[in-house]
């Protein structure tokens, strides 16, 4: 996620307890999942093996015309290059289309509890895309949402979630493919850092999408501290 919540992103409506007992357990969750972020080594025998070695499979829920699936297959196959470049094994695959929505209701709910990574909204988008097949599923919406994602782990989806392309800012050059590629280093377990010339920039920076915007299409790099990360964290 790039951008700081908006009105429509605090209206999330809720499934268990109170609004405010929730916001409460939120707060705290978010110190302490910023404080205990997982960096376990994932187990290689969780993911998929192929012939070409480890594989996530990703899976892109759009219409096949969608002008968002080209850079969006980009950003995937970028990251099966950073992987290489920094030694790992596991390869995301080219991406599979689906044409299969996800309620924006649900999408919404779910990049507001973004943060956190878990919550109801999150339980019901996971459970929602639990039939879908893939690793890491990636939707694009066609409403004003904030792009997000939320991490992989074995036995449960990753999931990256993009918002409308038409309109400002990621009908702006070169934003999609960097969006999508920020969402799916949140994916693969990455966090926000504050240095507005890379890929993982985001809250509480004031990083915005409209800062990938370049006439020469090109993605945005990783910060030392994250290739560390994906080298610890990645086969
Ligand atoms: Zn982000």
């Known amino acids: 996620m790039l951008v700081f919540f908006t009105p429509r992103e605090r209206r999330e409506p809720r499934s268990i307890g109170t609004g405010l007992t929730w916001r ?26 192929t012939p070409n070695g480890l594989q996530l499979r990703v899976t ?12 969006a297959r980009e950003a995937i196959a970028h990251w099966s290059g950073e992987f290489v470049r920094l030694g790992r094994r596991v390869q995301l695959d080219s991406g599979t289309i689906r044409d299969k929505s996800v309620s924006d209701d649900v999408l919404s709910a779910a990049g507001g ?34 792009s ?15 918002r409308r392309a038409d309109i400002p800012p990621l009908s702006m050059p070169n934003t999609v493919r960097n969006v999508v590629a920020h969402e799916l280093g949140h994916a693969l377990g990455l966090s926000h850092n504050a240095d507005s010339t890379t890929l993982m920039c985001g809250r509480p920076a004031s990083c915005r999408p409209a800062a990938f915007a ?17 080298r610890k964290r990645w086969p």
């Open 60 to 71: 892109i829920l759009g219409r096949s015309t969608d002008p968002r699936i080209a850079p």
């Open 113 to 146: 509890e973004v943060m956190l990574g878990i919550g109801p909204a999150t339980s019901r988008l996971r459970s929602s895309l639990s039939s879908v097949p893939g690793d890491i599923i990636i939707a694009l919406s066609d409403t004003d949402l904030i």
């Open 148 to 162: 997000f994602g939320v991490t992989w782990s074995a036995g449960s989806k990753g999931v990256v979630v993009v």
């Open 24 to 49: 409460l357990f939120s707060a705290m969750a978010i110190l302490t999942v910023i404080a205990c972020r997982d960096s376990r080594r994932v187990d290689a025998a969780t993911l998929q093996h």
């Open 214 to 230: 370049s006439e020469s299409a090109h993605f945005f790099p990783l910060t030392a501290s994250d290739e560390e990360w994906i």
